[in-house]
C-alpha cells in the first residue's frame, strides 16, 4: 500500500500525463469536426519541450513570475484532493469546500501575473477571465451544495463510496447534473464562453505578454484543468472510479462533452455570458437543490 507521500507525488504527475492525452483529444476532436487530420500523438509533449527551450522569456517581474506558479499551483494542490482509484491523496481531510478554494487560485493567479505585464490587451482579458469566473461560480456553488446535502458530507471520498453502493448521483440527482455539464462548460473557458481569449478582439487577452516558460505553464495549467473538470464531475456524480480503465473512461466522455460543443457554437460576448450562466444553470441548480431537500 502507498505511503501518503507517495500518493501527493504521484496524483499531480498522472493528472498532467492525463491532461496531456486530453489535450490532444480536444485537438482531434476540433480536426475531425473540421474535417482535418489533427496533430500527431506527441505534439502536446512536443510543445511544452517547445515553449520551455525558447531563449527569448520576458519577465515583467516577481508578481508576473508568482502568478504563473499560482496558475499552475492551484490545479497541482487540487489534484491532491481529488480520489482517484488507489489514491485518496487528502481527499477525506479536505472535502469539496477546500477543493473549490483551490480551483479559484488559479485565476487569481493569472491575474496576478498579467496585471504586472500592464498590457492593455492582456488586462481586459484577465477582467473579462475574472467576469467569467463570478458567472460560473454561482451555479457551481448551487450544485456542489445541493451534492453535499444529498450526500450528506463534503468528503468526496465518502461521496464515491455512497455512489458505488447506492447508484451514481447522475440518476439520483439528474437535474443538478445537468446543471453541472452547463457549468462545466464555462468552467473549462470554452466557446460559447472564451470570452476572456478572443483573439479577434483583445489579441488573445492574457498570454499576450505570455512566451516561452510562461506560455509553457498556460499549457501545463489548460492540460491539469480538463483533468480535474473531468475528474471532480465524474467524482461527484459518475461514481468516481473503481479501476483505471472505466474511470479513464468516464473522464474523456465528460470532457470531450463541452469540447464538441465549443466546436460547433460561435463565442458568446461577456454580457450573455453573465446572463446565460445566471439564467439556466443557476435555475436547474436551484430546482435540483430543492428537490435534494425536498
Known sequence: MMTLITELFLM???????????????????????????????QPLIDIIKFHSKETQISHGLIHDIGIIMAVGGYIAAETLLPVPGMDGIADKG?????????????????????????????????????????????????IFGVSWHYGTTNLVEMVNYQQ?????????????????????GIMGKQPFEIY????????????EM?????????????????????????????????????????FIVVSIPIMIAYMFPRYRTEDMLRLMWKWPVIAGLIGLALVMH
Do not use: H
Open 211 to 251: 512566451g516561452g516558460k510562461y506560455m509553457g505553464g498556460l499549457f501545463i495549467m489548460q492540460a491539469f484543468q480538463f483533468y480535474t473538470a473531468g475528474v471532480l464531475y465524474t467524482t461527484l456524480f459518475l461514481g468516481g472510479g473503481e479501476n483505471w480503465p472505466t474511470f479513464l473512461m468516464k473522464i
Open 12 to 42: 499531480p504527475l498522472v493528472a498532467f500525463v492525463i491532461g496531456l492525452f486530453m489535450v490532444l483529444m480536444m485537438r482531434k476532436i476540433g480536426a475531425r469536426l473540421q474535417r482535418r487530420v489533427g496533430p500527431p500523438f506527441f
Open 95 to 143: 472535502g469539496i469546500i477546500a477543493l473549490t478554494y483551490f480551483l479559484m487560485i488559479p485565476s487569481l493567479g493569472l491575474a496576478l501575473g498579467v496585471g504586472q505585464c500592464a498590457n492593455p490587451n492582456g488586462s481586459i482579458g484577465i477582467s473579462r477571465a475574472l467576469t467569467a469566473m463570478l458567472a460560473y461560480d454561482i451555479p457551481f456553488v448551487i450544485v
Open 165 to 185: 453502493a447506492n447508484g451514481w448521483g447522475i440518476v439520483e440527482m439528474p437535474i443538478l447534473a445537468l446543471a453541472g455539464l452547463f457549468t462545466l462548460q
Open 197 to 208: 481569449v478572443a483573439p479577434a478582439e483583445i489579441a488573445t487577452g492574457p498570454m499576450v
